[in-house]
Nanobody, 122 residues
Framework: QVQLVESGGGLVQPGGSLRLSCAAS????????MGWYRQAPGKQRELVATITSGGSTKYGDSVRGRFTIARDNAKNTVYLQMNSLKPDDTAVYYC????????????????WGQGTQVTVSS
């Protein structure tokens, strides 16, 4: 069983920074893409950022230039550095792993973390 464990959320003032981490544990052969999505109250879940095993990144329009995603393939861990935070960034942030393979030639799975709250407020 693969689990995604997130850490690093919390309360920060506008203009501040936070760093989120997400570690995938369990029997893992490979993970193609890892990333972050967020969901604010009353809104749909939206893309924050993703990164492939080869290092290709994708960012949501609202965070581009302020957030940076990074990944340690050896540790199956993804990081999200969030700078210049705004109140609109307040949401539950979910870690995502796509095309997770637990054995060579086996099927691919998608996993989600339990979510971590990020609140930007003065």
């Amino acid at each position: 069983q693969v689990q995604l464990v997130e850490s690093g959320g919390g309360l920060v003032q506008p203009g501040g920074s936070l760093r989120l981490s997400c570690a995938a544990s369990g029997s893992i052969f490979s993970i193609y893409s890892m990333g972050w999505y967020r969901q604010a109250p009353g809104k749909q879940r939206e893309l924050v950022a993703t990164i492939t095993s080869g290092g290709s990144t994708k960012y949501g329009d609202s965070v581009r230039g302020r957030f940076t995603i990074a990944r340690d393939n050896a540790k199956n861990t993804v990081y999200l550095q969030m700078n210049s935070l705004k109140p609109d960034d307040t949401a539950v942030y979910y870690c995502n792993a796509e095309a997770v393979v637990v054995a060579p030639g086996g099927p691919e799975y998608r996993y989600w973390g339990q979510g971590t709250q990020v609140t930007v407020s003065s």
